[in-house]
């Protein structure tokens, strides 16, 4: 959806502009999370994702695929779910 | 799945520790924009993804529904897909 929307931008701006858009919507999630306001959280976590999904775009890559392959029900770290890792 | 894999630790973190992960990881996620390896590069998305999720799930926030609901096939600001915003 990310692509059909956007791309035409987030492609020409190119990943370290677009990066700089996504490092931008996670500094205004943090500041969203001290608020009350849900309805302004959750368009920020919109946000967020969408602008992570622009990025993965611009680099040609499959982010559920990505996430999926890494994190396929389980722990990558210690194979488990839940997680049983131990610092 | 993020839920299921590590929500005992992240609710435990708490948001501003969450977000401080995801925050080291979209930092990661610039550094792997230089390399040349896919494989790398699609690492560092899934876990910005993951850590993306973490947090919503911390804050009781449903990521798939706030996306789609502010960015409902349309850019929200013009209304237009592909998004026609003069800048």
């Keep these: 959806m990310m692509r059909r929307i956007y791309f035409h931008r987030d492609s020409k701006r190119g990943a370290i502009g677009t ?3 996504l490092l931008e919507e996670i500094g205004e999630l943090r500041e969203a999370l001290k608020e009350e306001s849900k309805k302004a959280l959750e368009d920020e976590f919109a946000d967020a994702l969408a602008w992570l999904a622009s990025l993965a ?7 559920d695929k990505a996430a999926l392959t890494k994190y396929d029900s389980k722990c990558p770290k210690c194979g488990q779910s839940p997680c049983r890792c131990t610092f």
């Design 57 to 63: 775009n611009v680099k040609h890559v499959d982010l």
């Design 19 to 21: 990066h700089d858009w």
